[in-house]
């Protein structure tokens, strides 16, 4: 009767200590394992855990855990773009393309953030791989008629899932062009462009008049990559 008591004595002390907090960790497993949650060997004493079993083994499973935590989605570099000189007698007569000059710094502008070195630079490390884009608009020139404005680059390739280089014309006044796309799984880490060349593409113009002539590109970097319709 005594052992009987016991029993119940033991079973009433653990339920009472469930309803009052955690469960005690397990002192001594059964079995052969992997452990599950009331029966494991996460706190078990020295030679009462998971014994050898009839198949000559015993399991258990431990986790392995590390954080990973995001970074940001930047633009880091936009170029400005000086084109060679033009003469009046020949705009007036013809078409004329001019051609980008690289490495040479526009000093009278109205702009504060292009580079002279040709550059234009994103840097994904968000880590959701779900792309971007970048694209470019192209303001007009107060007193000259430009068709179109051309860029010739290549994207860096020492990084293999860099965006892609989109290779369109920018067309004064049109809104935005995709200048750089990065598809979905695209565009993590370092996507740099080195631009080789370009041209402003000017028609032939009688009423084409002297001076410095500039607009104002903005970039603009969209979290939403573009897309085409098939």
Known sequence: MKHSWGVRLTVGAGLLLAAAGPVLPVLAADGNGPGVVDNNIAGALIGAGFVVGSDGTATANSTVNIQIDPGTLSLDAVPDLKFEKVSIADLVKKDVDAKLTLGTDITDKGTFDGNDT?????????????????????????????????????????????????????????????????????????????????????????????????????????????????
Do not use: C, M
């Open 118 to 230: 040709g550059q234009i630079a994103v840097s994904d490390y968000r880590g959701t791989n779900t792309g971007w884009n970048l694209s470019a608009s192209l303001g007009t020139f107060a007193d000259l008629t430009v068709t179109n404005l051309s860029l010739e680059g290549a994207v860096d390739t020492a990084n293999i899932v860099a965006g892609e280089f989109a290779d369109k014309p920018l067309t004064p006044g049109s809104g935005a062009t995709s200048v750089i796309n990065a598809p979905i799984e695209k565009g993590a880490g370092d996507t740099i462009l080195q631009l080789s060349g370009g041209t402003l593409a000017l028609p032939k113009d009688p009423s084409a008049k002297k001076g410095l002539h500039q607009a104002t590109i903005t970039w603009t970097l969209s979290q939403e990559p573009e897309t085409t319709t098939p």
